[in-house]
């Protein structure tokens, strides 16, 4: 994950208006097992008029329910939905080159790899990884 334990601060007001924002502008996905959130994938699509026909998406699952087929149904759903989409024509994701577990995920599921940014997360001195920019064309 991008956002380290110390940095995440969102409210519950905060953490409402980006529930709000999402449903106009993407889709929010969430697993639940006995009443307990496990997985979220959020998508956005640009605000920008020349980007507007893609958007970027993001998936965290429980560690403790990794493994388990939830982050492959919940990004079955957002193709399927993207796909009815009328103006949606590509998605597109970020992921560290050191989580082979989802850019395998990634790759199953059709999405190519577009780019990286070198050494662009530091998780501590002379430890850098990539980040790897993915996408697939649903139309």
């Known amino acids: 994950m991008a956002t380290t334990v110390e940095e995440f601060t969102v ?6 208006e980006k529930i709000v924002n999402c ?7 969430v697993a639940e097992q006995e009443n307990q959130i496990i997985g979220i994938l959020d998508f956005h699509l640009s605000s920008r008029k020349r980007f507007s ?3 970027l998406f993001g998936i965290s699952i429980q560690e403790t329910f990794a493994n388990k087929g939830i982050g492959t149904c919940l990004i079955k759903k957002l193709l399927e939905w993207a796909r ?4 949606i024509e ?3 994701l970020e992921v560290f080159s050191n989580n082979e577990r989802a850019i395998h995920l990634y790759t199953k599921l059709g999405f190519k790899e577009e780019g990286r940014r070198h050494k662009h997360v530091k998780f501590g001195p002379n430890e850098y990884v990539d980040d790897i920019i993915m996408s697939q064309f649903v139309k």
């Open 11 to 16: 409210s519950v007001v905060e953490q409402r």
């Open 23 to 29: 449903s106009e502008r993407g889709l929010m996905l």
């Open 53 to 55: 026909h893609q958007g």
């Open 84 to 87: 009815k989409q009328e103006h």
């Open 90 to 92: 590509k998605i597109s």
